[in-house]
């Protein structure tokens, strides 16, 4: 899609160099405001009911609406201004109104409206609204230091790009590994003069008799300003495999609704990077040790368990028994490999960003499973 379209719901890019990404946030940051309004004075109003109401005057409000019609097909009204509500602003509406259920969605927009208008007549505070390309993308709280705080996305890739270049001379932007859609923002950097943080890991998979599969450690960071994500940053180590990287867990996170956040609290967080390389490294090690007797059982189970999609979970079942057979014992650390090719059939499935980054931190959670409780014998249904 191109970025004359960057108003649609479904607009997603992504950027060779990390320039490219800066320039656009930047123009992303000219193209948007916040605005505050106090909650109770909100109401939601079904598209067909309030389009005659809006700018005619601005040439691309046709093409917004007709994007609208075909997602949300929902405008937020606020005291004599009505903007067009994009996808990514529902999750923000409705936790400002304190309602929620999977029952909303099968409601006609008029009700589905008026319900929410009803909780949102009795919300206490200010509700924090971003206009984005001439859409609202969210509705956060806003009434004091304890609600969102808003971090300049444009200032934290800076940041993050001016601390790697200090720290981990030599790092490298990944070419296209930058993101973009209207929920969540990712790029990732190859770090370095850090293969010292390496060196025991390296040790270890000698130890066990293992082909070393580790290129360079890399960093990713990860950002939304409609509550998608913290300003989260994640250790990943780059492989030969198909999908080529791993990830590592625990990432540092910053939300930004939580004591008045900041960019010098993010910065803070950047210096923490080499002591969560350490302690990641550690869990990754310790799956060495842990012996699987029946490898696809347990790769199947286990996958089941932390929400992989079937069709996916099949075809990486598929590769491991393609490339290791599927008998005889492994290790945990064999199947944790195998596991985040997830993500490789995910982004061949077409799955958004946005997906590929959540189904990534669900895999982590795979680091501190109890894996011997999916190391079943016989027949499963998966």
Not at 108 to 129: E, H, M, P
Not at 164 to 192: C, P, Q, R, T
Not at 307 to 336: M, P
């Given at each position: ?183 969540i923002v990712s790029a990732m950097w190859k770090l370095g003069g850090s293969q010292e943080l390496l060196d025991t890991y390296r040790k270890a998979l000698d130890a066990h008799g293992m082909d070393e599969k580790i290129l360079s450690p890399a960093l990713r960071f990860t ?64 799956l060495m040790d842990i012996e699987i007797r029946n490898p696809v059982n347990c790769l199947k189970l286990l996958m089941k368990e932390l929400g992989i999609k079937q069709k996916i979970r099949n075809e990486v079942v598929e590769l491991f028994v393609s490339q290791n057979g ?57």
């Amino acid at each position: 899609m191109n970025e004359a379209r960057v108003y649609a719901d479904g607009f997603e890019r992504s950027f060779a160099e990390v320039k490219d990404l800066l320039e656009f946030l930047a123009e992303r940051g000219r193209n948007a405001k916040w605005i505050r309004k106090p909650t109770n004075t909100l109401r939601l109003a079904p598209l067909e009911k309030e389009a005659q109401n809006l700018d005619a005057a601005d040439a691309s409000m046709e093409e917004i609406l007709e994007d609208t019609e075909k997602n949300t097909q929902l405008v937020l009204k606020m005291r004599g201004e009505s903007y067009p509500v994009r996808d990514c602003a529902i999750r923000t509406i409705l936790s400002r109104a304190g309602v929620n259920g999977d029952g909303l969605r099968k409601l006609d927009k008029a009700t589905y409206a008026k319900v929410v208008n009803y909780c949102l007549r009795v919300a206490k505070g200010d509700a924090l609204i971003k206009i984005a390309d001439g859409k609202v993308s969210a509705v956060h709280g806003g009434g004091d230091k304890h609600d969102y705080c808003i971090l300049d996305m444009k200032a934290m890739f800076e940041t993050t790009c001016e601390y790697l270049n200090l720290n981990f001379k030599g790092s490298v932007y990944m070419e296209g590994s930058g993101i973009y859609d209207h929920s969540i923002v990712s790029a990732m950097w190859k770090l370095g003069g850090s293969q010292e943080l390496l060196d025991t890991y390296r040790k270890a998979l000698d130890a066990h008799g293992m082909d070393e599969k580790i290129l360079s450690p890399a960093l990713r960071f990860t950002t939304s300003d409609v509550a998608a994500s913290g300003a989260n940053l994640y250790p990943m180590l780059l492989t030969d495999g198909p999908n080529g990287v791993i990830s590592l867990g625990s990432p540092i996170k910053l939300a930004h609704d939580k004591g008045g956040a900041t960019i010098l609290d993010f910065r803070k967080n950047l210096e923490q990077v080499c002591a969560r390389y350490v302690d990641a490294m550690k869990n990754l090690t310790q799956l060495m040790d842990i012996e699987i007797r029946n490898p696809v059982n347990c790769l199947k189970l286990l996958m089941k368990e932390l929400g992989i999609k079937q069709k996916i979970r099949n075809e990486v079942v598929e590769l491991f028994v393609s490339q290791n057979g599927g008998e005889g014992a492994c290790t945990a650390h064999d199947l944790y490999y195998a596991m985040n090719e997830a993500s490789f059939f995910a982004a061949c499935e077409g799955m958004s960003g946005q997906g590929i980054l959540k189904l990534e931190e669900d895999i982590t959670k795979a680091l501190i499973k109890d894996w011997k409780k999916y190391d079943v014998y016989g027949a499963v249904k998966c």
